[in-house]
């Protein structure tokens, strides 16, 4: 078990001694699309979302077990969905903005043909909503990340502050997102790259949907804080967070910038997400 404490009698005659032990994944090893971040793998690279033939059952497993490359799917013929540079083509019919799908006809397991996946050299996803980036992950055999996780796999980034149009995250692109792994500088201390800036992204974690940001202070910087309730014309609807700003957000965005301003079911086109096991 991952997380937990168990117990190891270390010796025992008339009394036994009960020793606690720290249980912990010390040999995980992570798929080549993600690092070892603590005891869970994180994709490298922000998702880029393809639809695969559905009797190209080889190409799904190579993705689902993160040994997919752009050769392999442009070659398996995967068609790239919604890169922030257009969001299009967008998402076929049988895989809605509600995250919930039917089956592509012969899919065998069933899935609706939509996987999301992390490689380098590739425009990140855009305009999906929190439910289909979670379904998009789950059908990658993957997860959304946590909050706490994405805090814990973005240390390190550089804070926004310059963007020189090379190496730097990308703040300050006008209107658009980079390829990911495109920006070196860009890097968190574990090997992850692009946490601030190019696009939002996802995580798991719901909260009540802000009505305003303010910027975080004492040490922190001016990473943007849109965070709690009430929300919009006084009811508690849901925002789920977006973390780490976008290409849109200059100085705003940063490893501290959270937001929850956007509903689950809401799409933009600064917002993707990333995945993790």
Known sequence: MKGVRGYIVVGCTAVCVVAAVPVTAGTLKCPPDSVKVGNNCIDTYEASVWLIPPSNTSLEKLVQSGKATLAKLTAGGATQLSPSSSCSPGYPANFPNTGNWTPALGSNPPSPGVYA??????????????????????LSGKRLLTNREWQGAAAGTPDSGTDNGTTDCNISTAGDAVNTGSRSNCKSSWGVFDMVGNVDEWVADWADL???????????????????????????LPGALLRGGSFSDGTNAGVFAVSALGGPSNSFSDVGFRCAR
């Open 210 to 236: 802000a009505n305003g940001c303010t910027n975080w202070s004492a040490g922190f910087g001016s990473d943007v804080s849109c965070f709690g309730g009430p929300g919009g014309s006084g009811f508690n």
């Open 117 to 138: 996946v992390s490689i380098p050299g590739v425009q990140p996803n855009a305009c999906i909503t929190w439910f289909q980036a979670n379904q998009a992950c789950l």
